[in-house]
C-alpha cells in the first residue's frame, strides 16, 4: 500500500460522506481523499475528475494491498 495511500484511508471523515448525500470521491488531494458527492461541480476536469471506490481499487494491484 502507497504511504499517500495509507494517509488517506486514516484520515476518512465519513461525517462529510454522509453530508454530502452521495457517492463520495475517492481522488487523493494532499493525503485525503476528496469525499465530495460525485455532482460536485469541481468534478470532470474543473478540479479533477470523480474517482469511485471502484476506480480506486481498479487502479490497484493486489501486491498494493
Avoid at 461525517?15 to 487523493?28: K, L, S
Avoid at 455532482?39 to 470523480?50: A, I, M, P, Q, T
Amino acid at each position: 500500500m502507497t504511504i499517500e495511500l495509507e494517509k488517506a484511508l486514516t484520515n476518512i471523515d465519513w461525517g462529510q460522506v454522509i453530508a454530502n448525500g452521495g457517492p463520495p470521491c475517492f481522488y487523493i488531494e494532499h493525503g485525503q481523499f476528496c469525499l465530495r458527492a460525485e455532482r460536485w461541480e469541481g468534478h470532470g476536469g474543473v478540479l479533477h475528475d470523480y474517482v469511485s471506490l471502484a476506480d480506486l481499487l481498479h487502479g490497484m494491484r493486489y501486491d498494493d494491498l
